[in-house]
């Protein structure tokens, strides 16, 4: 496949187009999805999480990390060859995350549940995005094995203390809002009559 | 908690004391040498005493040499030798070589009570097995042959053990604990003997004591390795901690000194930092309430320490370190409460979950509900403010069987009550049972010991199934899941007829394994729709099972258990008999009613009617006046009631008095005297009165021994006359024995009587009214009101009688079979308003109102004109009479002799002034044109004079004067005869006005002179008459008067008005009467030259009456002496 590298929306097949416009429309309900994430998990971690002034230093996870500030240099498939690697590696994370949630607040259904939602839609996005660059004729990293990131977020959550699982589980809902926003930004230019 | 707190406290205390204690045994020890030296001093001098001068001398070397050794020596014995023990069973003593001698020319020690108790040695420290208690006395022999000798006691011998060695000393540094692990060597002590340790905490850098612990421990006899362990405040990562030891032998039989060992050598504990971790503890859960202090490890400097939000003070250990302290640290959220510090390049934290242990469980109960397992439900009590891990674990322990069951903990379980279920062993009753709550803060517990065979709370039963046996008897089956078989179980059964009514029936049950239970049910009624429900427990009660669910049953239905009631009325032509009966109640009709059949039967013959289905409770028989048995029976499924019976024959009712009776409410109270006749029921019928015949609202039947009762009926109506009549009922029939009507409710009358005028008098009112309807007046009549007072229709104050107002007159008519009143003592002529109302208890009617005029009066109206005129002339006759007496003084007074005017020479100038016109007496002259003039008659001047002496000046009605002239009337009022004559005056006709001569009676001017002033005064420009000059100063026109008095007092005399340059002509009509509206106007007659004011002679000027001129009122009070 040639590769789109214009950053342009291009014509497209119908269903290639409903497709990637159905991809980002559920980028676009993921972004606000995070947000409110964000906002539950901030809440039920106690203070200083949450206040103006707290603002722990990004750890980095193996694997994964934020999007680079020359993420907008890339071309549009590589662009979203990394957004779905990343979604790749965002469920993992989350359910661990969520894991430790579930004993450190273990009646707060909600922030449990969005969560799971979170991860589960950050699969799905995931596969949404490797679907639009196999149509597009960009094939999509393979699913490999557990992203390292994930294994160790395990580790660190077991091994560090809880503070430290707190600043992990916040970095990762973080990750999570970066990279469904990104992928959302990335995919707006797929969509016909919808550049930013 | 605040145990806790005091304990810190006080270890911080203790180690404060801990610092002193660490050189209060140098300073004891100090202490005490200096305590022993006077001791040892007095020694000295008796050791003085003694006759061996050298080896005093010897000996004072060895105590100046040795002043500081403090308690080596006993009195008497060398105070350089000093022994030590660390076992009590080896001295090892020591000494000092004396002056002069050289350590190693010592030759033997010898201890004189022992078998070859000399020991050669070249040195001065010796070792020697424990002496026996006592004093032993040693010398020590040199090679130069001096000898030293001393006593040796076990009381001067130190007991100084070895320095512990601590084995290892280790730190857990997630909980901040030391471990510390030593030998105590106690095989080589004599046992048993207690042994006083003492361990040090130091803090590094700096050293600090931080704790310091001595307890005892007693020794064996055996080696024994001792533990203690110790948790640090700060945590062990922050800073490098160092333990010591020593110890203390305590062994009674030895008498000598007892001294600590020396400090063991200190053993360091520090923690390897790493980079994942810098801030201590980590997730350390601790005691809500109670003080924490983080510390935070770092190579930069920290800007700032937090927990929550709250910002703390930095303590600085070393270094880059720091810690925060926290008091009393409230119970955390479920994520814990996080513990910030920052750095300038990071962000580092822990978390800390502070709750509360477990409360101990409350409300421990375990029961069965089928034998199959126990289940324990409690209340956890106080929230621990722990989660996740950290929440409380149970145990549910019982200590016969040794089971134990974990509590499988929902996150979502409330506080409220938890639930374990333990399975039960077979045939184990007895329990014992052990809660044990834990959580990382410590544990609580609750036991409870039961009889399960007593704790047995059954399910609920189910499967309920209604089974008839009979129209009053059903069974009740049920399932009861357990394994009762051992017991006996005691159900109830509710049993609830539609009417609501409850009851509640036990049955104790032999117990079976998952088994249905039976029970019979009797007493039931036929046809009735009872509701079962069943709940069970065991005889041993402890709880009941929660009710089944309901089961809504009928039972079958029986034949009616009497026949209804009945009654008959005659159709009001006498030829039918109705035959009326009630529908039985449910409790006796025992089914559904299908039908009934009536049949009269007489001594001939029986006669069945058709059978009348249901719904219908009448029926019309056309009867002879013969007397026949009327029976009706109910039939339902389940057969045909008992005939009920009644006479067909009619009723007397002789001599029954009509009674009133008033209810309550909606209920009528009747009673009776007791008839001893009277062998069956009474029956009280009742109907509304207005109705016609036959009358039957309904019926009650009253047993017959009953003197009383009270009727009561939703269809009775308040102001409804109900007529009620009680039958007695004999062997004969039944028999009237009252009639009554009456009232549920009096209610006021609704209609006002009708009334008429049946007569009307001058002074009297017939009045006459009709009876009110009785469906009108509601009530009993108890009478009328009456009311009249003067009125005329329409006036306002007749429209209603107001209440209290006096001028109403009120009758009250209380005998109601009146039906006419007289009102007497009225006016005749004049109108009443008559009202008339009905009253009841319930209250008045409305009033009906009428207006009647009384006739006219003609005697009183005689008497009324006779009267005053009677008495007006008997007034007249007495007045003449007085008159005809005092006719001599009243002539006196009123008519005194006055001069004759013919005398007067004025005349004559009168006359030759008038002598053109002999027929006039009066002049006229231009331009005074007079509308009316009043001339004095001179056909009889006279006696006229002398008739006429008052004068009135003005003699003048107002009235008649605008009559005359409505505009300026100018009268010359004279003093004629009262001949009042008009003349017609065609020339005055001519100028507008009319010429009036008036001729007045001097007579009849008597009385007018009364008020002049008055008249004056009330219309002054009306009166314009002749105004002699001889006026009282009245008016204005005095004025002038006195202008022509003076004048006249110039000439002095008499001055006629001849010079008629000094008239003023002032007249309405005249050129120069210029204003009608002026004052009042003199009017200078000519003719006035007639007046006796002229004819005065002025001779009398100084008799006041020729002064004063004319009548005056000052005439007449001057007069009045003369009388």
Known sequence: MEDPQADSPVSFLPHLEAKIRQTHNLARLLTKYAEQLLEEYVQQQGDPFGLPGFSPPRLSLAGLSGPSPSHMGLPLSERLRQDAAALDALPGLLDAVRR???????????????????????????????????????????????????????????????????????HVCGLYGEWVNRTEGDLSQLVPGDVA | MSESRVAEFGFFTKDRTACFRLTAPHTAMGAYSWWKEPSWMVDSKRRRMTPNWPWLLSALTLLQVNAVQAHSLKRGSAQDLKCTTKNMQVWDCTWTAPVGVSPGTVKEVCIKDRLNSCHRLESTNIKIAALSPGDHEVAINYLNGFQSKFTLNENDVSLIPDTPESLDLSADFSTSTLHLRWNDRGSAFPYPCNATWEIKVLQNPSMELVKLVSFNTTLSGRDIVHHWNWTSDLPLQCATHSVGIRWYIDYNRFSGYKVWSDWSPLKNVSWTPNSETNVFPQDKVILAGSDITFCCVSQTKVLSGQIGKTFCPLIHLYGENVAIHIRNISVSENSGTNVVFTTEDNVYGTVVFAGYPPDIPQKLNCETHDFKEIICSWNPGRPTGLVGPRNTDYTLSESISGKSVPFKRFETLTNESYRLAFQMLPGQEIHNFTLTGRNPLGHAESAVFINITERVAPHVPVSLRVKDISSTVVTLSWHLPGNFAKINLLCQVEICKASSEREVRNATIKGAEESSYLVAVDKLNPYTLYTFRVRCSTETFWKWSKWSNEKRHLTTEAIPSRGPDTWREWSSDGKNLIIYWKPLPINEANGKILSYNVSCSSNEETQSLSEILDPQHRAEIQLEKSDYIISVVAKNSAGSSPPSKIASMEIPNDDIIVEQAVGMGKRIFLSWHPDPNMTCDYVIKWCNSSRSEPCLMDWIKVPSNSTKTVIESDQFQPGVRYNFYLYGCTNQGYQLLRSIIGYIEELAPIVAPNFTVEDTSADSILVKWEDIPVEELRGFLRGYLFYFQKGERDTPKTRTFETGHSDIKLKNITDISQKTLRIADLQGKTSYHLVLRAYTHGGLGPEKSMFVVTKENSVGLIIAILIPVAVAVIVGVVTSILCYRKREWIKETFYPDIPNPENCKALQFQKSICEGSSALKTLEMNPCTPNNVEVLESRSIVPKIEDTEIISPVAERPGESSEADPENHVVVSYCPPIIEEEIANPAADEVGGTSQVVYIDVQSMYQPQAKPEEEQGIDPGVVAAYKPQMRLPINSAVEDFAAAEDEADKTAGYRPQANVNTWNLVSPDSPRSTDSNSEIVSFGSPCSINSRQFLIPPKDEDSPKSNGGGWSFTNFFQNKPND
């Open chain 1, 100 to 170: 430790r949630q579930a004993e450190l607040n273990p009646s707060s259904p909600r922030l449990l549940r969005n969560l799971e939602d979170a991860a589960r839609q950050a699969r799905a996005l995931g596969v949404a995005v490797e679907t639009v660059l196999a149509a597009l004729g960009s094939a999509a990293r393979g699913p490999g094995p557990e992203p390292a990131a994930t294994t160790a977020l395990s580790t660190a959550n077991n091994a560090a203390g809880i503070f430290s699982a707190k600043v992990l589980g916040l």
